[in-house]
């Protein structure tokens, strides 16, 4: 059986593609389930699978986060590995997506835990938003927060992989936006395909304007997970996030990369980090091919854009 990857609610598990991406396994929060039988579920996802990949949101309540780090302790388990990365929902739901696609492939637990990393730079998450006023996860200016409080404004926001933000409708930028002027966040300059999630901004602005300018490959949309209105700051949103589909391209960045073997857990890692132990990789001695960059993923991005 593959490894499993593992959420921590329901709203982050994507349809699957094909019938090859295997689902993933939901882990319940403390309010739902005890913890007798959050031992009894996660030990059964051992036995049957061998390792666990578990993507663990930022917004994650502290009790959740709790429950899963004592239920590894108790089992006293090295087959768990916890994945801190920073997207907003809709993009980790894409980045888990991927795991499960490259769940299947002839990866090492080691390589499909520290590979989140990777993908993760490769996805365009954001959102359009009628106000920016809470927005707290995005650097917003001054101008940026007075305009919110008009009543038609709305805001094109991009967190990942570079923070960016476009007020609809303003002049200068040279592209069509929500009120005639406006423009885009900057889009990927790879094949993608575009999801997004409706909350309770009526526009059409995503699919109809934004999609053809970043000119993906596809467009699906998904119900809202329950978490994006506080982690946006607003109810009133659509979220997006464009992302790699194809699970042969991925299987080759990932793939590409060269590979280590953490010196405190014995797993195979690529990046500079263990997805395992979450152990930092030990810089190779000076002139050796390979030696540690500032981006452990520098030669990775050029090659996927060319």
């Known amino acids: 059986m593959p490894t499993a990857i ?49 993507v663990v949101p930022p917004w994650l309540p502290a009790a959740a986060v709790r429950r899963l780090h004592t239920v590894r302790a108790i089992l006293e388990s090295d087959r768990i590995a916890f994945l801190d990365i920073d997207l907003p929902p809709l993009g980790t739901a894409l980045l888990v997506r991927q795991l499960r696609q490259l769940s299947v492939c002839d990866f090492s637990p080691g390589v499909l835990a520290s590979a989140a990393r990777l993908l993760s730079h490769y996805v365009h998450a954001g959102a359009l938003l009628g106000s920016v006023a809470k927005l707290d996860r995005v650097p ?70 934004l999609a053809p300018a970043w000119r993906v490959q596809g467009v699906m949309e998904n119900p809202l997970p329950a978490d994006s ?16 589909p194809d699970p042969a391209v991925l299987y080759q960045l990932v793939a590409s990369v060269r590979r280590e073997e953490c010196r405190w857990c014995g797993y195979e890692l690529i990046g500079d980090r263990c997805g395992f132990c979450a152990a930092p990789l030990t810089a190779p001695p000076p002139g050796r091919p390979g030696a540690a960059t500032t981006d452990p993923y520098a030669g990775q991005y050029s090659r996927s854009r060319s």
């Open 140 to 209: 917003v200016g001054l101008k940026a927060h007075a305009k919110s409080w008009a009543p038609s404004a709305q805001f094109a926001v991009l967190a990942n992989p570079a923070p960016h933000l476009v007020k609809l409708g303003a002049p200068g930028h040279g592209a069509h936006g929500a009120h005639g002027g406006g423009g885009f966040p900057p889009g990927p300059e790879f094949a993608t395909h575009l999801t997004f999630a409706r909350g309770q901004l009526a526009s059409d602005w995503v699919a109809a304007e």
């Open 229 to 244: 209105p506080a982690w946006w700051g607003t109810p009133k949103l659509v979220e997006f996030a464009a992302a790699i």
């Open 6 to 54: 593992a959420v921590t609610s329901a709203d982050l598990v994507l349809p699957a593609p094909d019938r090859h991406t295997p689902a993933a396994a939901v882990l319940p929060p403390p309010g739902q389930i005890d913890l007798e039988g959050s031992l009894a579920h996660t030990a059964g996802l051992l036995e049957r699978h061998g390792h666990l990949v578990v």
